[in-house]
């Protein structure tokens, strides 16, 4: 036998039996799964099928029910000792899940074990099946993985804001030495189980804490759970000399509703960076069109970043279309005034406004259409 | 002469058995890995994550140049994606069909000023627009082509505001829970993960497969040329790029779908237009700024399939794709040339770039070598005609077993196929390599030449025939479209 022939014999074998294998093993899963789907038991179950049917989150739900519930009566000691074996690796994390599924009182304490596995991506698996137990035993796991930095806060987060925190729990990620764990309990407090005035006070003090992460989360929770009275700190932070703070103070206040301070967010529309123009933009419109008296002004600012965000304001609060319709009416008075702004805001926006104010102008309905476009055009003659 | 061939011979038979031996080595680390993943996806309830309006947000950036045939449903399935914030920036590059008018009355379009940022853009004056009925759209239109995929992306970058991007293709159709997958990685360990990919399908017509597709259709495209390419992606992505992953030289970030920190983009100063194909270049610039840099950071790949993208349906159009491939792969190699074997550039420098310089930028030449000196061989007799035969029942029985195993990978993770398309899949691994190999072998040769030659055109495929645009879904065939312009997105 030539080494061609060996060779071709080894890798032809190896072929056939790979396929056969992968298809012989298809059709018995697909057979399983149809036995199972019928109600049949008696099926000796592979920890495979077991996983994928009962444990993973994106099986057949009524299938994965059955299956857990099918699991339980017949091995709860087996995937329990499964669970608390740390030698099993994601077999443990899978036992763990279904014993969750099933309610089984012991996971928690699986879990919280789990959680101090060397291997990182098990401990952000084990957060996610606690993330399905709303306890106050697991919340405290998670702020404790939290505080411990088990677990990162972008995995935790957008966890534990979905509760309603303990605030003795949340206590010891304010008092923790590191900046970013206290960062993160500041924006946890705005889901703290304190009273408003409390968790207020707790955060107004944060927002004069010499971390501008701290500051900035303690704007973002004032956002939330802030009154009236955080809004002269909010307005205080718009001149904050770290950027993010300043775009989150604006954020805040947006969020409060606060239109008297629309002028202190319009100044912001002239920073040199971008994102905290784009903030202050958004948070303009956000508070609508109740802002318009403190934002005009800002068409006659020095800055050119000013003058064109404060156009394009303007026109997502809708005033353009406004204005269109309002220099086609009979009144000359509100004729006149509304196309002298209209060529006021067209100078401070540039020519990206004068187009979009073009279009805007072929878009009105019906017969306004061809009305305005001469409107334009004959505003855009006198810019 | 006859000392010569043979030993011409003996160096592409080496040749041959060392990349065979390379991708028996990545497959096994493929299965690790891809097992590692699988246990993970069940385990984890991703879905208690991401329903929180704490979640990083994500720009989804998504340049377009005469897709009139593809874009409502490419741009239906990313505002469709299951994302608790994500924005899609869709820059309209010149298009000269009806691309623009298309979404204007899909999407419902207005006309809107925006002040972007300028940082890659600066001097462009495109016109912007954003959907009356969804928001998050934003439609930037350049009237002129930029020449290049990567300026209609910098352009994008330039209107995102959110601080991680993910560029997508306008031809491909995105899963719904895509971003979910590919953020999820993301979360786990923001601090070191900069990028992530994940696993692309082809179809010659991927409406067909998209999520709202009727299920009961097959997993892949069992159409001649769609079977064979969903071989290979397969193959590109589950017994390669996993390995890539879990190796630390993840080379190839998919043009189809690349999510990226911003500020890693900006740091290495956005796409760069200078290349036939901007998904590899920036790959390898991160890896080489972040190296040097001595920073700590992981680029991913994933093994869940995101979205499906089009495939040529003809040998035509397949070979002009392959030969720009070709193309970027030998500029890209060329240019990071400096990082082969360096060890300042660790895994990548020691093990990935040479790795890629022996698979991909060199394999055409050894194709062409090792078929003119066996055929030489044979015909002058110091090749026998059976051994010949033995010889090519070898290579692709090899071939078809990686073929086989990519397949495995993905059906013991998600269970998809119909049997009858896995036995198919399965028989088409051996007659690949007559079948297949040729055209691909055809189309690297023509894209090396096209670089020694510093060519620079896109060479993007025409869309394969449908009906009439505007929709979503699967529909008739029909007359071809007219002829798509030489440049830019494909």
Redesign the interface.
Known sequence: M?P??L??LV??S??LG??AW??V???A??RLVADLRRGARGHRLRWGTV??LA????SDPELSRALVRYVMDTDERGVAATARDPREG??A??AV?ILARAGHRECVSDLERMLRLGD???R??AV??L??IDDERSTALLIEALRSGRC?A??A???L??RSLPARLLQPLLDDPSLGVRAVGTRLLARSDAADATVERMLLRLCRDRDADVRAAACRALGERGSAKAVRHLESLLDDPVWFVRIRAARALGQLGSVASAAGIARLLASRT?WV??AAKETLVDLGPAVLPQLLPMLDHADA?AR??C??VL??LGLIDQLLVDSDTADPATRAASRALLDKIVAA?G???E??VG??AG?LAGGVEAAGRRRVASTFEAA | MTQTLHWLVVFCLSYLAVVFVCDVALLAVSALENG?RV??????????????????PVSVIVPVYNEEAVVVPVVRSLLGLDYPQHEVILVNDGSTDGTLALLEREFAL??????S?Q?FSRGD?P??YRSRTDPRLVVVDSPVNGGSKAHALNLALDFC?YPYVCGVDGDTIYDRRALIKAMAP??????RVVGVTSRIGVSTHPENHADGADGSGPAADMSFLGAFQHLEYLRSFLNDRLAWSRLGFMLCTSGAFMLYRRDVIDEVGGFSPAFSCEDIEITFRIHEHLLRTRRKYRIVALPDKVATTEGPASAQALVRQRARWQRVTLEVIWHYRRMIGNPRYKAVGLIGAPFFLLSEALAPVFELAGTVSVALAVALGLFEWQ?FL??L??VA??N??LA??G??LE??AS?E?R?RD??RL??L??IELLAYRPILAWARLKGTVGFLRRERSWGKFERNPRGPAGGGGARPAAPALGPAGPRLVG
């Not at chain 1, 444990?55 to 994106?58: F, N, R, S, T």
């Open positions: 030539t061609y022939v060779a071709f890798v032809f190896a072929w790979l396929s992968m298809i093993d298809r059709a899963h697909d996983a994928k444990a993973d989150a994106a994601w077999r994390v899978e899940r990182e991506e098990m952000a698996a996610t099946v993330a399905e990162p972008s995995w987060v957008p966890i804001e979905r971008w123009r784009q970043f064109n965000s156009a394009e026109q997502n926006g020519s990206r406004v187009s979009a279009a805007g878009t | 590692r246990r993970q996806r069940r385990a984890e309830s991703l879905d208690a994550l991401f329903v929180s309006g704490e979640v990083l207005e006309r809107r000023a925006m002040f940022q940082a004056d016109v912007t505001r993301v979360h786990r360990d923001p601090a051994t033995l010889f029942g070898v029985f090899a078809a077993v086989s195993a397949i495995w059906d013991a269970r196929y049997l896995l036995a399965a028989l691994g051996p």
